[in-house]
T-cell receptor
Framework: GAGVSQSPSNKVTEKGKDVELRCDPI?????LYWYRQSLGQGLEFLIY????????KSGLPSDRFSAERTGGSVSTLTIQRTQQEDSAVYLC????????????FGSGTQLSVL | AQSVTQLGSHVSVSEGALVLLRCNYS??????LFWYVQYPNQGLQLLLK??????LVKGINGFEAEFKKSETSFHLTKPSAHMSDAAEYFC????????????FGKGTRLSVIA
């Protein structure tokens, strides 16, 4: 596709349920990021995939969060046993090269945990 | 580890006045520095970047930033604010190691008063 695609755009769930958020990066982009954006907190780095290297998971806030990237393309961020503090916009971004000429962001998934 | 600190979560300027958004970084290796902008209801987009070439970097829409190693700063400026500049601005840092995530600051919301 022409840009980074994220689905769903909005997700409302009940506390304790699991959710999966999907990201389709731009074709050919080797690097993929997940960030979380909360009001007043800016963009919080979650996880980073670069080519075939082991992902950098240093930003994941707890073991309830996990992500995978299949075939070097589509990525899924999974949050288990969601909590109200997980409510935020989850952003995915991809880039073609390591020099960060441009990081292309998706429109995000607005997650609301009730 | 790398980090950025943006001074001031909200800056308000009059139309035509100087815009100055402050960013200080911390990095154990020579940094790459970026400013991203997020207009209301839109995704983030790259405004400008510093990657060890010229210390004064010019970006889109008349913005520029100067890398000052002695001050560990990368402040964003624009000589004359326009109403369309109202947005959230994020400073970010990375290192060209091939496997280093891009870390964002908490953002500064710029308001432009007519």
């Amino acid at each position: 596709g022409a840009g980074v695609s994220q689905s769903p755009s909005n997700k409302v769930t009940e506390k304790g349920k699991d959710v999966e958020l999907r990201c389709d990066p731009i074709s050919g982009h080797t690097a993929l990021y997940w960030y979380r954006q909360s009001l007043g907190q800016g963009l919080e780095f979650l996880i980073y995939f670069q080519g075939n290297s082991a992902p950098d998971k240093s930003g994941l806030p707890s073991d309830r969060f996990s992500a995978e990237r299949t075939g070097g393309s589509v990525s899924t961020l999974t949050i288990q046993r969601t909590q109200q503090e997980d409510s935020a916009v989850y952003l995915c971004a991809s880039t073609r090269d390591r020099g960060y000429e441009k990081l292309f962001f998706g429109s995000g998934t607005q997650l609301s945990v009730l | 580890a790398q980090s950025v600190t943006q001074l001031g979560s909200h800056v308000s300027v009059s139309e035509g006045a100087l815009v100055l958004l402050r960013c200080n970084y911390s990095s154990s290796v020579p940094p790459y520095l970026f400013w991203y902008v997020q207009y209301p209801n839109q995704g983030l987009q790259l405004l400008l970047k510093y990657t060890s070439a010229a210390t004064l970097v010019k970006g889109i829409n008349g913005f520029e930033a100067e890398f000052k190693k002695s001050e560990t700063s990368f402040h964003l400026t624009k000589p004359s604010a326009h109403m369309s500049d109202a947005a959230e601005y994020f400073c970010a840092v990375s290192a060209y190691s091939g496997n280093t995530p891009l870390v964002f600051g908490k953002g500064t919301r710029l308001s432009v008063i007519a």
